[in-house]
């Protein structure tokens, strides 16, 4: 068990709908990362927060948002839920923000899109 | 710009085989690397990790990786592998972006051993 706590652990949904992920990270990590993994795009890293601001962006499409609240759990939601949104969605956490860090990780939401 | 590269995405292999996983890196700055494993159906999770010092890193469960700067390479091995070795391998980074640094994975080698 890592200590990170994503819910649920299975989402399916149709398109043109919006869910949101929710993610519980180790008791007292203040970094969270969101990640999208799909069988062709392998991990890609979507958007990291540290202790409740935006720190930095990667692929993350405009449909996509997320937010950290003041205890530290992060949500993610998607919007306009497209077919090509099919995949696992993973959270991990880290206590500080430097090079060396190791993350941890969620068993993440697998979101399936009909 | 890919910053670490798997070159090998699927290996099959028998119990008791001997097992190397490359990556190769491709950024500047100061190295830092990391051999993750996603088991079937759980979550990622830290094999071994290489800053400095000792070229030659061991992890957990009988895996090494050795870190050859002429060569860029951090490549994972183990001596000889068990059925529970199969899983998904990933190869990481640690990216700064602004001021934050991002884990940044390569595109994952999936492992399978055959009883």
């Known amino acids: 068990d890592s200590g990170v706590t994503q819910t649920p652990k299975h989402l399916i949904t149709a398109t043109g709908q919006r869910v949101t992920l929710r993610c519980s990270p180790r008791?007292?990590?203040?970094?969270v990362y969101w990640y999208q993994q799909s069988l062709d795009q392998g991990l890609q890293f979507l958007i990291q927060?540290?202790?409740?601001?935006?720190?930095a962006k990667g692929n993350i499409l405009e449909r996509f948002s997320a937010q950290q609240f003041p205890d530290l759990h992060s949500e993610l939601n998607l919007s306009s839920l497209e077919l090509g949104d099919s995949a696992l969605y993973f959270c991990?956490?880290?206590?500080?923000?430097?090079?060396?860090?190791?993350?941890?990780f969620g068993q993440g939401t697998r979101l399936t899109v009909v | 710009a890919q910053s670490v590269s798997q070159h090998n995405h699927h290996v099959i292999l028998s119990e008791a085989a001997s097992l190397e996983l490359g990556c190769n890196y491709s950024?500047?700055?100061?190295?830092?690397l990391f051999w993750y494993v996603q088991y079937p159906g759980q979550h990622l999770q830290l094999l071994l990790k290489?800053?400095?010092?000792?070229?030659l890193v061991k992890g957990i469960k009988g895996f090494e990786a050795e870190f050859i700067k002429s060569k860029f390479s951090f490549n994972l091995r183990k001596p000889s592998v068990q059925w529970s070795d199969t899983a998904e391998y990933f190869c990481?980074?640690?990216?700064?972006?602004?001021?934050?640094?991002?884990?940044?994975f390569g595109r994952g080698t999936s492992l399978i051993v055959h009883p």
């Open positions: 991990a956490s880290s206590v500080v923000l430097e090079e060396n860090t190791e993350a941890f």
């Open positions: 008791s007292g990590d203040l970094s």
């Open positions: 927060y540290y202790n409740g601001e935006e720190r």
């Open positions: 950024y500047g700055g100061t190295v830092n």
């Open positions: 290489y800053f400095s010092g000792d070229p």
């Open positions: 990481a980074v640690n990216l700064q972006s602004g001021g934050s640094y991002i884990p940044t």
